[in-house]
Every structure is written in C-alpha cells, then in structure tokens.
C-alpha cells in the first residue's frame, strides 16, 4: 500500500470509526468487545482491498452485515441472557426519558438473537428497504418480512414497556374520535 492509500484509510478509520462502532454494537446486542472485534473484522477485510473499493463506508458496513450472519449460522450453543424485571416507571420528567429509552431498546435488542437483532437493526437503524436487507443479508424479501415481523412481535413482549407511549397515544386518540361522534 502506499503512503497515498496509507493516509485516506487511516483519514477513514479516524472519521468513520464511532459510526461504524455504533452499528456493530446494535448488532451484536450491546458487547463492547464483540462490537470492537467485528469492526475491526471489517476494517482489515477494506485495508486488503482499499485500492479497490469505491464506496468504502458501504463496503465495511456489508462486510459487518455478512460477517454477523456467518456469526449466527455457526450453530453454536446459545444460551438467552436472564434480565431482572425491569423497575417501574416512576413518572419524573427530569429529561431523562430520551436515555431510558435508548437503555431499554438496548436491552430490549440484546435479548433478541443475532439474526432478529440484524434484521432490525438494518431495516430501522441503518433505514434501508426490504429489498437492501434482503440484498446484504442474501436472503429474499419474504424472509427479511417474515423474519423482521417476528422480530417485532418479540421484541414487543420482551419490553412492552417501549410500547406504552404509542398506545397511550391511539388510546387518547380513540378516545378523543368517540368524544367528537358523542357531540
């Protein structure tokens, strides 16, 4: 590699590396150390073929995609994580709501195995289409729907609590609907 192409990698790790961090930390539930591995997968994989890569921040974030599903189809044992119950909501508006719910999405996604985690995380944090999630995960679209529908089922009974807000929303819309039809 010379010191051209040395510098333009080294310039994107430094300008990209808390993005893509982010991303592999949603993919891999929230381990730290998982999330440093696969970006690091990554960025190894691009630095073998950076003089060929025009789009560099898709390439690392397809080969992150692709590594996670080789991760998930090993076959390995797995056992779930056990959480305690999560506390009540106590109803203080300190301005922490934003951080509490960014917490139990969190947990929410770690409780969930790899291949849901991936599926959500590509089609709601990365905001692709179907058809893009289908297209770097190397599955049809009936699977990334199936499999992103179950995903949300599930996830919404781990943590019903990340409901609450949008169903106290149409309750009140539904009630305000039959107020209006009353007078």
């Excluded at 998982?34 to 789009?55: F, P, S, T």
């Excluded at 951080?99 to 995380?121: F, H, K």
């Amino acid at each position: 590699m010379d010191p051209q192409d040395h510098e333009r990698f080294r310039d994107f790790v430094d300008a990209r590396w808390s993005a893509l961090l982010r991303l592999a930390n949603l993919l891999t539930g929230g381990d730290r150390h998982e999330a440093e591995d696969l970006v690091q997968i990554a960025l190894m994989k691009a630095l073998g073929r950076w003089r060929h890569i025009d789009d560099p921040e898709g390439y690392v974030r397809k080969v992150m995609y692709r590594h996670q599903i080789s991760r998930w189809r090993l076959r390995r044992p797995h056992r779930e994580a056990t959480f305690a119950v999560l506390p009540q909501d106590t109803g203080v508006a300190d301005g922490t709501s934003a951080a509490d719910l960014r917490i139990a999405v969190g947990q929410a996604l770690a409780r969930l195995t790899p291949r849901q985690r991936t599926m959500l995380v590509l089609r709601y944090f990365e905001d692709m289409s179907e058809t893009e999630v289908a297209g770097a995960l190397g599955c049809s679209v009936g699977t990334v729907r199936s499999t992103t529908h179950r995903s949300l089922s599930k996830l919404r009974s781990l943590a019903p609590e990340l409901g609450a807000p949008a169903r106290a929303a149409s309750d009140t819309q539904r009630s305000n609907l039959a107020k209006g039809a009353h007078t």
